[in-house]
């Protein structure tokens, strides 16, 4: 058996040295069992071919078509029905696309927005205690009045006050009445803070506030731009993991056909197919995955961007290396801190704090103020009710009577809170603290600034070198790929060196792809920290894809 085996190898030796020359002769007369075997040998460029095109250059000279208009779901918004979530609109975009888009819709860029508008009304309402509060004050009013006397000692024993006297009181009387009263009154206030230490420091407070929301604004602008561009990158990673194990398996049904003729020839043994049917399964199972994560990536990336419920972005671009990180690790390092609005946010919160201490404090000293008021008020009373037992039987009782009154007044007051058992001081301490743990909060957020600035970079470096020996490494398992499978089937290598070589080969065209990826991907992560955005809402926002030239 190994001398017919031997024999075989021989034979169909040269028979490859006979496919290879510039005339090949098997048109004269080829067994049935090999034609397979030469269809084979004719695909091998093209197989080749394919694997080449697996990794296609990126079309950047190419502009992209504008997008349709993408609104955001309102913030509400749940869908009720099947239908509203269904996919029916798939639509390609760059990355600088997908970068606008989420710039219009994110929910939390549009919540740092809200921030900054709470935090500038806080400061209008600041502002205006630095001005008179001038009211005015209107009413009317309608009021029941019932009461009654009793006398216990009456005045007929006083000179001039008999019996026959209209104003005589005998001991016993008494009197009852109710009054019905309208009134209506307007009035007009003035209040003026002339000086106030607490109204100066809420100032300072807020507009440390302030400063903070704008900060975070600042600082969502760059994160989202790291978010979209992160996802974006792992969708092009997800669609060449795709094309990549679409190819493999497309070479693995066409070698498990090679393995079927030559063992209907009764070349290799029953476990070559075996082996190949089964490598044949596993790649269907690696392709399943990466569509797997090819449809979760583009999902990713368009609840990120928050495009309508129905709609689907897709990367338009292939996988295209950003250029090398222009800066070198001490210049970036330096550049990451400076304008940093990580940093800025946490030292305008501290500042902040320090002047809510100064707040709180100030509530222990005088305020001075002046206010002036001046009012008129006019009111009719009508005593329906008179009862009279023995007492008042004269015109001391007025049945109807209309009066009115106007009045004004100014003046200046202080206050001053002179001892409140320690809150104030409570407070302030509290103030103070919290702005020394916020202090230790920016040295920590500064130190993993640091850190991830250097992985970053050294992530970067690596990634440039992983792509060059990726590469060469795909051009020699090319080649391995193409001598192993000539030799496999000319009967000079087992199944074996063929499954290894495929996967070296794989491989390689995987790493090919992750190298570039996790390249993109860490000039990202160092644009996150370096780039100029606004601190304003409301203007223009550029959030390019690369360092902007200084």
Partial sequence: MWFT????????????????????????????????????????????????????????????APLPSLPAPTAAALPQEPADVAITRRLKVDLQQAIDLAVQNDPLLLQQIAGVEEQQGWLRSVRGRFTPVVGLDLGVVYSQEAGGNKAWKGNGDVSGYGPNSPFYVPTGGT???????????????????????????ALAEVTADLEVSRQRYADRLRQLQLDVSEAYYRQQLADQLRRIRQVVVDNDQVILDQVQALKTAELVPRVDLLRAQARLQQSRFRLEQAEALRLSSQRRLSNLVNVPFTVTL???????????WPLDLPETIVRGFADNPQLQALEAARIALLRQADRRAAELLPRIGLFATAG???????????????????????????????????GLSLEWRLFDGGITAGAVAASRAAAERTLQSEAA???????????????????LSQIIAANASFQASREAYRDSRARYEFGLADYTDLADTIQSLTTAMEQRAE????????????????????????????????LPAD
């Fill in 515 to 546: 190298a570039t990826t996790l390249a993109n991907l860490s000039y990202a992560q160092l644009l996150r920290e370096l780039l100029p955005v606004s601190r304003q809402p409301g203007g223009p926002v550029l959030l390019p894809i690369d």
């Fill in 376 to 410: 008129y008020r006019a009111a009719q009373s009508i005593s329906p009710v008179i009862d009279l037992e023995g007492c008042c039987k004269g015109p001391a009782f007025i049945p109807g009577l209309n009066s009115y009154s106007g009045d004004w007044s100014a």
């Fill in 445 to 463: 957020e500064r130190n993993a600034i640091r850190q991830r600035l250097e992985n970053a970079y050294y992530d970067q470096r690596a990634a």
């Fill in 5 to 64: 085996r031997q024999l075989l190898r021989g034979a169909l030796g040269a028979f490859g040295l006979f496919l290879l020359s510039p005339q090949p002769l098997f048109a004269q007369g080829t067994p049935e069992a090999l034609r397979p075997l030469l269809r084979s040998f004719e695909a091998y460029d093209r197989d080749l071919e394919r694997l080449d095109r697996v990794l296609p250059p990126a079309d950047s000279g190419r502009s992209a």
């Fill in 175 to 201: 009197n009852s009445y109710q009054t019905n009263i309208g009134a209506g009154f307007a009035g007009l206030y003035l209040v003026y803070e002339l000086l106030s230490f607490e109204r100066s420091a």
């Fill in 314 to 324: 897709e990367a338009r671009e292939a996988v295209r290396l950003q250029p090398p």
